[in-house]
C-alpha cells in the first residue's frame, strides 16, 4: 500500500508502507499505562531503569521497536512505519490514554504519537532527544574503535572493573556516551546496551540515518502539542546535544526542562536516582495527565 510520508522529513512524495508489526512488548504493573520507548542501538529491555520503578505505580510497557531486540524485521523500511507498529499496540492491550516516555530516537517517536493522536498521549517525558536533533560528535578514529570493542568485551566479562574504565573505555567511544564513568554504570551498559547493539539490524539503523540525513525537523509542529512535558538533558551529550533538547522544550507550549551537569547520552544510567526522583516530582504535580475523562 502506497501512503504519504512526510512524517519524517522525507523528500520523496511517496514510500512503500509495510503492515504493522506484532512488536515484542514487555509489560510489568498495574494501572494507568506508561509507554516507555527505546532509543538506537536499544530495546525495551533496555528501559528497565524506568520501568522497574515506575511499574510499581503505573502499567509499563516497553516494545522492541520494529528492526530492534526480538521484533525482528530485516526488510528495509520506513521510520513511518514505527508509529504504524505502536498505534497497532495501542490498540491491542485497549489502551485509549498513557503517558509516554521515551529515551533518544525514542523521545523522537513520542511527539510524534502525541502529534498524530493527541487525545490518547497525555503526557510526555523526554530523554536526551530532540524535534530537530543536532549532534556534536567528532570523527571517529581506528583508536576509537580498537579501544571501544576492547572495553566492550572486557566489560562484557567483567561489568564495572575500575580498570578497564580507567584503562580502555574512557579512551573509546563511551567517553562521548557517558559522563560520569562509574561502575554502576559500566554494569547498565553490560546488562542492557551491549546485547541491545547485538540485536539491532541493519534495516533498523538505515531507517534512523536516512531519516537523519533528509533533515528530519519537526520544530513547527511542536505547538500542536498540548499535553504536559517534561524533557530532560546531559549538559555533555554529543549525540543529541543539550541545546538541541533546549530548543525542542522552548517550542513546546507546556515544557519543563532540566539539564544534569557532566552527565552524556546515557545520564539515566549514571545518575538513575536523580532523574527518576525529578520524573516523580513532575507527575505528582500533574496528576490530570492520569485522568482519563472522555474516554
Request: with cysteine; hydrophobic share 40%.
Amino acid at each position: 500500500m502506497l501512503v504519504k510520508s512526510e512524517d519524517f522529513g522525507l523528500t520523496r512524495p511517496y514510500v512503500m508502507r509495510y503492515q504493522s508489526v506484532r512488536l515484542k512488548t514487555y509489560v510489568r504493573g498495574q494501572g494507568f499505562p506508561v509507554l516507555c520507548l527505546h532509543g538506537h542501538p536499544g530495546s525495551g529491555a533496555s528501559m528497565s531503569v524506568f520501568t522497574n520503578h515506575l511499574s510499581n505505580r503505573f502499567q509499563t510497557l516497553a516494545p522492541d521497536l520494529r528492526g530492534y531486540g526480538k521484533s525482528r524485521f530485516n526488510r528495509d523500511f520506513d521510520m513511518y512505519d514505527h508509529l504504524t507498529d505502536l498505534e497497532n499496540l495501542l490498540e491491542q492491550h485497549q489502551i485509549q490514554k498513557c503517558l509516554v516516555l521515551g529515551w533518544s530516537l525514542g523521545g523522537i517517536l513520542a511527539m510524534e504519537l502525541a502529534l498524530r493522536f493527541p487525545e490518547r498521549v497525555s503526557g510526555l517525558v523526554l530523554i536526551a532527544t530532540s524535534a530537530r536533533p543536532r549532534g556534536s560528535h567528532p570523527p571517529i578514529s581506528l583508536q576509537d574503535n580498537i579501544y571501544t570493542g576492547i572495553a566492550g568485551l572486557l566489560n562484557m566479562v567483567k561489568p564495572g572493573w575500575r580498570w578497564n574504565i580507567e584503562t580502555f573505555a574512557k579512551k573509546s567511544l563511551f567517553r562521548y556516551l557517558v559522563g560520569q564513568h562509574t561502575p554502576s554504570t559500566y554494569k547498565y551498559i553490560a546488562s542492557n546496551a551491549v546485547p541491545a547493539y547485538l540485536q539491532t539490524s541493519r534495516a533498523a539503523t538505515r531507517a534512523l540515518f536516512n531519516a537523519i540525513g533528509r533533515g528530519y525537523n519537526k520544530l513547527p509542529d511542536l505547538h500542536q502539542i498540548e499535553c504536559p512535558c517534561l524533557v530532560l538533558a546531559g549538559t555533555e551529550d554529543r549525540h543529541i546535544t543539550v541545546e538541541s533538547s533546549l530548543e525542542t522544550a522552548n517550542n513546546l507550549k507546556n515544557a519543563e526542562f532540566k539539564r544534569y551537569l557532566n552527565t552524556a547520552h546515557l545520564f539515566p544510567w549514571e545518575i538513575p536516582q536523580e532523574v527518576l526522583s525529578d520524573i516523580d516530582s513532575w507527575l505528582l504535580q500533574h496528576p490530570y495527565i492520569f485522568e482519563n475523562k472522555g474516554i
